[in-house]
């Protein structure tokens, strides 16, 4: 849908495009073809939740909606898509796409490592956890008059385990989200996680990151290519960085 002033008085998201646009958009789908098709591509999207008692977790405000749209982008384009959802996530279940759901870090991490070994493309646009609660109570904490103390530990690293096991053929990709140091703390990451490409994620700008309909990014390449990307819708996004990915195999 298009965004503006809307029939019920209010403004966003939520207009009939205009009928050029829509043929625009048409044409460019058809266009574009199959280009993924015999391809598995393994998209993760959402946060992750890590149990503190039965009713209380610590979460982050990923709702998956970036890694949704790029799951749906390699789906028009043929590919066979599986996405592993994180507990955030509150989305209908995308056509044509097998979605596998889970809940904490260390649960998306099994899924993501079944899956990731005979896949093409892996694109991790999930918040995951870097820690979880130590000791996860049975029961509901009670609470007293005192302070409570969670011990947090870390949780693995899933993209640095893919990166470690990453098969020649195989495109890796990852997201920073960064408040600051974007480009820095990026290039840090790619390097360090051994992927072919990494989407910088500005998340300070107000209509983009956690959340949001818009994004703002940079896509690094491995060759040190940076290309800017103005705030864009996350399907637009996610076309782009399927270009970037297809670029990558020819
Ligand atoms: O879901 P939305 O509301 O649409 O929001 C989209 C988004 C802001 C979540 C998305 O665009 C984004 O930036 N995703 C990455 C968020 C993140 O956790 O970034 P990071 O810089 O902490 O992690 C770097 C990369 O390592 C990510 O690909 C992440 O999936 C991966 N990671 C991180 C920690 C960990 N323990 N395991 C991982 O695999």
Do not use: W
């Not at 008059?145 to 990166?163: Q, R, S």
């Amino acid at each position: 849908p298009a965004t503006g002033h809307l029939a019920c008085g209010g403004s966003g998201v939520g207009r009939l495009p205009e009928p050029a646009d829509i043929v625009r958009e048409m044409e460019e789908t058809q266009a574009r073809g199959k280009t993924l098709a015999g391809k598995k591509v393994l998209v993760t999207a959402g946060g992750t939740l890590e149990a503190i008692d039965p009713v209380r977790f610590i979460g982050n405000r990923s709702s998956g909606k970036m890694g949704y749209a790029v799951a749906q982008e390699a789906a028009q384009r043929g590919a066979e898509v599986v996405l592993v959802a994180g507990g955030t996530v509150a989305l209908a279940d995308p056509p044509g796409i097998r979605v596998l759901h889970t809940e904490s870090a260390l649960a998306m991490r099994e899924a993501v490592l079944q899956e990731a070994a005979d896949a093409a493309v892996v694109i991790k646009a999930a918040a995951v956890a870097d820690y979880r609660p130590k000791e996860r109570a049975k029961q509901k904490i009670k609470k007293n008059d005192a302070e409570l103390t969670l011990v947090l530990e870390k949780n693995p690293d899933i993209l640095m385990e893919l990166g470690a096991r990453k098969r020649e053929t195989q495109i890796l990709v990852g997201f920073a989200a960064e408040t600051q140091n974007l480009l820095a703390y990026a290039q840090e990451k790619l390097k360090k996680k051994n992927l072919d490409l990494i989407v910088a994620n500005d998340v300070t700008c107000p209509d983009a990151g956690f959340n949001t309909e818009t994004n703002l990014v940079k896509i690094i390449g491995r060759d040190g290519s940076i290309k800017e990307l103005p705030l864009l819708s996350k399907q637009k996004v996610a076309k782009t960085i399927l270009d970037a990915i297809e670029s990558l195999q020819k």
